[in-house]
């Protein structure tokens, strides 16, 4: 499960530790620019601070982007606003970014380089995060064979079962994948869709595809859930 599927986000109005109700907050609007007693404690209404909260307010505060709160844990800002962390939260991301070496997937047929061992381990520690990742190492590297141990590693840990991941590819390199993919984690079911009329019914580890097909299918692929996308040479 990734990150973004344990985030919730909740708006509440605060004065340090202390959450206000909406009614407070409107008696501070009134002394905005003034020192005022509040809970036993002496507290200054800065007026710029407040219009901008009351304007918040006047937004709205629905549902917040998965993305958005995934920034927001990580940096503790959501815009100008602060951020507090619940206890759980706090101790699922120091797990996840203390976390440096991943072990891959026993089923994968071959012995990573050490360069290629941290691509790794930081490709999967983003997905756990449901961050986006760019691998840009010199051509001939090995950064296919990175992100097929990253695959591999989600399938073997029961990711892709439900939801596969899409590759979309240039056309000149769907062999290539179907190659790696047989040879280094043949446990990883894959379907090529590089036809007008291939049936996308048969559920896969991965889908192979192509920029071009995607264009001309776009509505179709729109229509399939996908746990990750990995897009080759864009």
Same mark, same amino acid.
């Given at each position: ?45 800065? &007026? ?57 997937? &026993? ?6 380089? &050490? ?109 399939? &859930? ?9």
């Amino acid at each position: 499960m990734g990150l973004e599927q344990i985030l919730s986000f909740n708006w509440n109005l605060a004065i340090g530790s202390q959450r206000i109700s909406e009614d407070e907050f409107a008696l501070l609007c009134k002394k905005a620019g003034s020192i005022v007693l509040f809970r036993n404690q002496f507290v200054y209404v800065d &007026p710029n601070e407040i219009g901008r909260i009351a304007k918040r307010l006047q937004l709205g505060t629905g549902p917040v982007n998965g993305r958005r709160l995934i920034a927001a844990a990580l940096n503790g800002k959501f815009g100008e606003d602060n951020v507090l962390l619940s206890k759980e939260l706090k101790a699922a991301l120091e797990q996840l970014l203390a976390e440096k070496e991943i072990a891959v997937s &026993p089923d994968l047929n071959a012995k990573l380089h &050490p360069y290629q061992e941290r691509g790794f381990s930081w490709l999967v520690r983003n997905l756990k995060a449901s961050m986006g990742s760019i691998i840009a190492d010199d051509m001939g590297l090995g950064k296919t064979m990175q992100v097929i141990a990253a695959l591999d590693k989600l399938r073997y840990d029961g990711v892709l079962a439900q939801k596969g991941a899409l590759i979309v590819v240039p056309k000149f390199l769907l062999v290539n994948w179907q190659r790696e993919l047989s040879r280094f984690a043949p446990k990883l079911t894959y379907k090529e869709i590089y036809a007008s009329k291939r049936d996308f019914a048969e559920h896969c580890d991965i889908t192979l595809t192509t920029y071009g097909l995607v264009r001309t299918r776009l509505k179709d692929f729109k229509a399939q &859930p996908c746990s990750v996308m990995e897009i080759d040479e864009a």
